[in-house]
Structures are given as structure tokens and as C-alpha cells.
């Protein structure tokens, strides 16, 4: 963690109930994921260019609900009021005022008009998007899709890696099962099925499904981000029910304790995108190098979660508006020491791991997408995969994406690993005619189909272990089982 940000994570814990601050700090099972979410970029290294003439950068990106000004958003976290009395509200003007994003959470302790009309408050243009569960009652999906869309949200991100709680050994061993009295998840209230004037559970089920995405999707105009991807074959599936962007995450760590970290998992997920939508990441930034490393592997911008929570701890607003001024001034920082005037100067042969020499990242990928406003920086290079060891990072998720995953991300010329250093190198770094590739095409959406099923299984460790016990539907009744 960058020393700025450790400062105000000191802060935040000496100021928060002991039990809050495991809430937001803790991971699900032994915390394995949690931890390697950060050690997984410290093994990961940077190879600048240089003489590249990078006195003017542009750090900002358009993606689809919002141009950021810097390719760093808030990631929805739950119930912030727990950290400050103004909550998310003084998290929405802190990120307006940076010019970013806001992903205001479905379990926020404030209304999503009121989170919008903060952010508008400090900039009439200020971008907020709505992170949703999909209950399983659709009438009130919907309800909460129509409230985001009246409150002036500008994307929804429905998170898709949630079919049962994780289990938080920390919150367990406290006995932390509700918010405190007069604190409640805000857009729950009023909804169909709950209490007049009360608030609805927020549910996880296992029975959520592409259909169900699929209606969520037809409803809205409201662009889509699917956010939990971590395997390269949904990936794949998702651009081909109509996302508009895929967030790669493993939701800091507190789902899935079995996961791989969510930079490792990020090249795959790319390389089977092949530019045709956006990749987000997030799981782990805790400064701006991160955040070049994210880029570089072909992220199009990424996520802070638990950094924005110490920042609004440890000094409300302001708190949160320094956290985003550290990763802004951060990055720009790394930007230039990687002669780089854009993100668009930011590409995979720049990244390294760390004890392998020079081994790069991975397989050939189509690049990022939707990362308007970078430049590269002399136009000569934009391969997206550095030579020989390429697959010795295992940080790429081939290895944990298995045959499926090489279906869908690797298909086509472009793939191969010892050519990436050449001229083909540059041609599959672009966006041109390659990002539309082979991997978009039907036999590979077959494989990956096939894929999506073993991921299933793999991920909801049986659809019987909700911990409501063996229906098969966990309610979050007791306030504070998500997020
Ligand atoms: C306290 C806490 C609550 C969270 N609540 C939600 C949530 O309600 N919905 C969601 O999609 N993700 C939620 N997340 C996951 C974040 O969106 C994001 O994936 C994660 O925090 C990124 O990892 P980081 O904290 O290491 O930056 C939560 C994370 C934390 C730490």
C-alpha cells in the first residue's frame, strides 16, 4: 500500500468500532484471497520505455456512463454510514469532484436519489452508477433498476458473483449481524413484498441466471456492467448477452476464498474480450503503480474498494476526496516514469514478474476498450504480450482457466506466445480488424458455454451450502450479510 494510503488506513481502524473495521476490512473463509489480491500485484513489475516525450499526460478514459478523469473509480461498497454520518453522500461529492465515478451500492445506508444529488451538487455532469443484486422476485429488480434510472444513474453494475453470502469468519466471531438502530439499506425500503414504509431483504440466489440478465438488460437503456467475472468463458457469454463492460473482481476477496486474484485473472478475461467491450478491475489497488499494472494488463480503468471506506473514516469527504487524489497524482506519476502521455501508452509488454527475468504476462490480447483518450505514445508499439515467458507469469488466468478459457481467449494467429514480440505483436495490441477476432465467433461461445458450466460449479461450492442451510436462498435479513 502506498504510504499515504496506510496513513489514513491507520487512522480509519484507530477511529472505527473494532467490529466495523473487521466488517470492512475482513475476506471471506481464511482471508487467502483477500491477501493475495495485494501480493499479487507486488509480484508483479513494471518495464518502462523511455525517451518517449511525456511532458503533457492525459490520465482520463471514456467508458460507457461516464468519461473519469482519471482511470480510477469507487467500487460499490456497503453501508458507508458505518464509517461516517454523511455516509455515501460525502462519498458521492468527494469522487464528482474528482471527476470520477461513484458506484453507489444496492446496500447503501443512503438513498440512491440522495447519492446522485450529492454528486450533482458538486457537478451538474457528475457520473453515478447503481450496483445491483438481481433478486430473485424480478418485480423488484425492476423496481430498484426504475429508482437508479429516476435518481439520474448513468449505468447499472449488476454483480453476479454473489449466489450465496460468503461466509466472514470475522463478522461471525463478533456476532456483527445487524446495523446499528437507525441505519438501514436505503433502497430496500418500499419495494414490493416488504413492509410499508420498511425495508426488503436484500436476497442471494443461486437460481440467478443469463436469463435473468437477459431481462434485466431488455428493460433499461441504461448501459450494462457485469461486475465478478473471473473466468475468461463468461467472459465471453457476457459479451454475447449484451454487456456493455465486464468487471473483473472477486469482490475484494469476501465471496470465494478458492479464487485466484482478481490481476491474475485479468489477462484472460481480456484476451477472450478482445476489445469488443471494456474490462474493469478491481480487488487489491492500493496505489497508483497498481493501477498501471491493471491498465497494462488491459484493464480499461479499475475499482477501489477498502481505500475509499479508510479515507471516509478517517476524515468523511475529505478523507475520501485525498484517497483519490493520491491514486490520481500517483499514477500520473508512474505514467511518466513509463514515458507514457495516455493509458493508451500503458500495454502488456510493459508488465513483468517479478524473478523470471523480463517474462511477460500472458498471451497475445486485443488490448483494452472504451479507453478513449489515451495515445500511444510513439506509435510504433502496442503489443499486448511480451515473449518468451509469457506463460510462466501463471498470474495470466489460462492456468486457471482451463481448455475452455484457451478456446475462448487464445483462438486465431494472434494467440501465439513467441510471436507476440514481432510485428504480429503490434497488429494484436490494436483495436483494428483483430479485436473483433475469432473468439467472438459461434463455435468458440459453444466451448465457452461448456466452460461456464464447470466455473458454476466450481464457484457456488454446491447450490445447497447457502447458509440459511439447503434452500437454496440466503436473505440478508440481519443487515449486514452482504457486500
Ligand atoms: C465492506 C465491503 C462491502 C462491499 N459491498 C459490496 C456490495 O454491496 N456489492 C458489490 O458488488 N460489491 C461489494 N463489495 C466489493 C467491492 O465492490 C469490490 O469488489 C472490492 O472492494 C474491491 O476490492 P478492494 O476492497 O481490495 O479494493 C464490497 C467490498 C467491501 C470491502
Given at each position: ?60 478514459v471514456d467508458l460507457p456512463g461516464a468519461r473519469l478523469a482519471v482511470p480510477v473509480l469507487v467500487a460499490p461498497t456497503a453501508f458507508h ?227 475509499v471506506l479508510w479515507g471516509l473514516a478517517a476524515a468523511g469527504e475529505a478523507g475520501v476526496a485525498r484517497v483519490l487524489e493520491l491514486l ?102 490494436t483495436t483494428g480488424p483483430d479485436a473483433a477476432g475469432p473468439s467472438a465467433a459461434g463455435p468458440d461461445a459453444a466451448g465457452a458455454g ?34
Amino acid at each position: 500500500m502506498s504510504s499515504g494510503l496506510a496513513e489514513l488506513h491507520d487512522r480509519a481502524r484507530a477511529v472505527l468500532d473494532p467490529v466495523h473495521y473487521d466488517y470492512y476490512a475482513g475476506g471471506v473463509g481464511e482471508e487467502v484471497v483477500l491477501g493475495e489480491n495485494e501480493a499479487a500485484f507486488r509480484r508483479l513489475a513494471l518495464l518502462p520505455r523511455v525517451l518517449r516525450g511525456s511532458t503533457a499526460r492525459d490520465l482520463a478514459v471514456d467508458l460507457p456512463g461516464a468519461r473519469l478523469a482519471v482511470p480510477v473509480l469507487v467500487a460499490p461498497t456497503a453501508f458507508h454510514r458505518l464509517a461516517h454520518p454523511e455516509g455515501e453522500r460525502a462519498t458521492a461529492r468527494a469522487a464528482a469532484a474528482a471527476g470520477t465515478v461513484l458506484v453507489s451500492g444496492m446496500a447503501s445506508t443512503v438513498a440512491v436519489d440522495e447519492v446522485v444529488a450529492a454528486a450533482r451538487g458538486v457537478d451538474p455532469d457528475a457520473a453515478v452508477w447503481f450496483q445491483l443484486y438481481p433478486q430473485p422476485d424480478e418485480e423488484v429488480t425492476a423496481c430498484l433498476v426504475r429508482r437508479a434510472e429516476r435518481a439520474g444513474c448513468a449505468a447499472l453494475v449488476v454483480t453476479a458473483d454473489s449466489p450465496v453470502f460468503g461466509r466472514h469468519r470475522r463478522d461471525a466471531e463478533h456476532g456483527f449481524h445487524d446495523l446499528p438502530p437507525g441505519l438501514a439499506a436505503e433502497n430496500m425500503r418500499d419495494l414490493p413484498g416488504g413492509p410499508p414504509g420498511g425495508t426488503r431483504d436484500i436476497e442471494m440466489s443461486p437460481s440467478i441466471s443469463w436469463e435473468h440478465l437477459d431481462r434485466l438488460r431488455a428493460s433499461t437503456a441504461l448501459p450494462v456492467w457485469l461486475k465478478g467475472v473471473l473466468h475468461p468463458a463468461d467472459a465471453v457469454l457476457a459479451v454475447g448477452h449484451g454487456v456493455d463492460g465486464i468487471v473483473v473482481s472477486n469482490h475484494g476477496g469476501r465471496q470465494c476464498d478458492l479464487v485466484p486474484a482478481a490481476v491474475e485473472a485479468l489477462p484472460a478475461v481480456v484476451d477472450a474480450v478482445a476489445g469488443r467491450v471494456p474490462v474493469l478491475l478491481d480487488g487489491g489497488v492500493r496505489g497508483g503503480g497498481d493501477v498501471a499494472v491493471a491498465l497494462a494488463l488491459g484493464a480499461a480503468a479499475v475499482g477501489v474498494g477498502r481505500p475509499v471506506l479508510w479515507g471516509l473514516a478517517a476524515a468523511g469527504e475529505a478523507g475520501v476526496a485525498r484517497v483519490l487524489e493520491l491514486l490520481r497524482d500517483e499514477f500520473d506519476h508512474v505514467l511518466a516514469l513509463c514515458g507514457g502521455r495516455g493509458v493508451g501508452d500503458l500495454t502488456r509488454d510493459l508488465v513483468v514478474v517479478r524473478g523470471t527475468g523480463v517474462g511477460g504476462i500472458g498471451t497475445a490480447g486485443a488490448g483494452r476498450a472504451g479507453a478513449g483518450g489515451g495515445s500511444a505514445a510513439d506509435g510504433a508499439t502496442r503489443p499486448s504480450a511480451a515473449g518468451a515467458g509469457a506463460a510462466g507469469a501463471g498470474a495470466a488466468g489460462a492456468d486457471a482457466a482451463g481448455a475452455g478459457a484457451a478456446r475462448a481467449g487464445t483462438t486465431g494467429p494472434d494467440a501465439a506466445g513467441p510471436d507476440a514480440a514481432g510485428p504480429d505483436a503490434t497488429r494484436a495490441g490494436t483495436t483494428g480488424p483483430d479485436a473483433a477476432g475469432p473468439s467472438a465467433a459461434g463455435p468458440d461461445a459453444a466451448g465457452a458455454g461448456a466452460a461456464g458450466a464447470d466455473a458454476t460449479r466450481a464457484n457456488a461450492a454446491g447450490p445447497g451450502t447457502a447458509e440459511a442451510g439447503g434452500a437454496g436462498v440466503s436473505r440478508a435479513g440481519v443487515g449486514v450479510r452482504c457486500g
